[in-house]
């Protein structure tokens, strides 16, 4: 399985950015998907997941801004991220953990596949 991250890209404070994460090989509709992000000097943190079937969790840092969605079809994953502002700026990855049920959370550290990153910059 390889997972494939864009979208990234520098953005004005409160401007808008979609992510994707397309994913090839495995059975994309049984992994469960997380979207982390790590900025300079500090640790990688989860931004936001999504359960096989669609139900979505997000970090308060990013609550009520990010949305986080699905094609199974297209084997992508996508983060919409609005109202950005400069504690934003880092390198955006997205993960995969393939699961035989659906389940609500998936430790960082469980997770099986990792994209390479993208780097997003919020900046005037």
């Known amino acids: 399985v390889q997972l494939q991250a864009s979208g990234g890209g520098l953005v004005q404070p409160g401007g808008s950015l979609r992510l994707s994460c397309a994913a090839s090989g495995g059975t994309f509709s049984r992994f469960f998907m997380g979207w982390f992000r790590q900025a300079p000097g500090k640790e990688r943190e989860l931004v936001a997941d999504?359960?096989?079937?669609?139900?979505?969790s997000y970090s308060d840092a990013v609550k009520g801004r990010f949305i986080v969605s699905r094609d199974n079809a297209k084997k992508t994953v996508y983060l919409q991220m609005n109202s950005l502002n400069p504690e934003d700026t880092a390198v955006y990855y997205c993960a995969a953990k393939p699961v035989i049920q659906s389940i609500s959370a998936v430790p960082q550290h469980l997770y099986t596949y990792w994209g390479q990153g993208t780097q997003v910059t919020v900046s005037s």
């Open positions: 999504i359960s096989r079937s669609s139900a979505t």
